[in-house]
């Protein structure tokens, strides 16, 4: 059974915005996918070593779409041991996966890749980081993530979860 773990670079953006996303959306991957995908979490390469809360901008873009975090959450940084508790490790941009492979053994190196890596003809393409820019840019980091988890979600009902 598959467990997914997001990583941005501070996880109080798109990794969390991701996170809630396939929870939410796991239910319609079909038949076991809510069982499959019961571990779901996000981390940030470079988060504050004290949990932070998500940006407001993410959260107001999240509820926005009917989404919501859940109240404890606190943001985390990328440990060893996640290496061994997840089995895809899913980064937003190419920075977060070459800190990703640097951290990673060497046996588990296969867990990482991009999420966009599973959507048709975005493979290699970054979610960029709305952090700096207009709220905005956290309706279009959301729409993104919908097509990577919508993505995941068809290799899921495909049998294969390394992107294509």
């Not at 779409?65 to 990328?78: F, I, P």
């Not at 980064?91 to 296969?110: F, G, I, T, V």
């Not at 709220?135 to 979860?161: I, K, Q, S, T, Y």
């Amino acid at each position: 059974m598959p467990s997914v773990l997001f990583v941005c670079t501070a996880n109080i953006c798109r990794s969390p915005m991701a996170e809630v996303l396939l929870k939410a959306r796991r239910a319609g991957f079909g038949a076991g996918a809510a069982d499959a995908f019961k571990q779901v979490a996000s981390a940030g390469a470079r988060a504050a070593p004290r949990g932070e809360p998500i940006d407001a901008r993410a959260a107001a873009a999240l509820q926005r779409a009917n989404l919501q975090l859940e109240k404890k959450w606190r943001s985390q940084r990328v440990e060893d041991d996640h290496f061994d508790r997840y089995d895809l490790i899913l980064a937003m941009e190419a920075d977060n996966l070459k800190h990703l492979r640097q951290q990673c053994p060497p046996a588990q190196q296969s867990r990482l890749h991009l999420l966009l890596d599973f959507v048709p003809g975005m493979a290699g393409q970054d979610v960029p980081d709305p952090y700096f820019g207009p709220a905005a840019g956290f309706d279009h980091v959301l729409a993104l993530l919908e097509r990577g988890v919508a993505g995941l979600a068809l290799a899921w009902r495909e049998g294969r979860l390394l992107p294509s």
